[in-house]
């Protein structure tokens, strides 16, 4: 069953568990139910993991378990395959 994280991380820097979950994305093969995905604008920055397996967590500190129902709609894809991504979430509106 597919795990959902999330962290706030405002003005700092995710790049630590961008690189992160990139290397363990890679490492899996890319599982279709992984990925990385963020909503905001610098400065006010969530980022979301689904994960395959909740045992993986543990490698994301300061990420806290989010239900499917508190997901956004709309969010911007990091990591992951597009076609998955789109089942559950749109691009933001650019006005």
Request: with cysteine; charged share 25%.
């Amino acid at each position: 069953m597919t795990t959902w994280l999330k962290c706030h991380y405002g003005f700092a820097d995710y790049r630590p568990a961008f690189d992160r979950f990139e290397e363990m994305f890679n490492a899996m093969q890319g599982p279709r139910d992984m990925m990385m995905i963020s909503t905001g604008l610098p400065g006010e920055t969530t980022v979301y993991l689904s994960l395959p397996n909740q045992k993986l967590a543990v490698a994301y500190s300061g990420f806290e378990e989010v239900q499917l129902a508190d997901l956004p709609t709309e969010a911007t894809l990091l990591i992951g395959h597009e076609d998955a991504f789109q089942e559950h979430f749109r691009f933001p509106r650019r006005d």
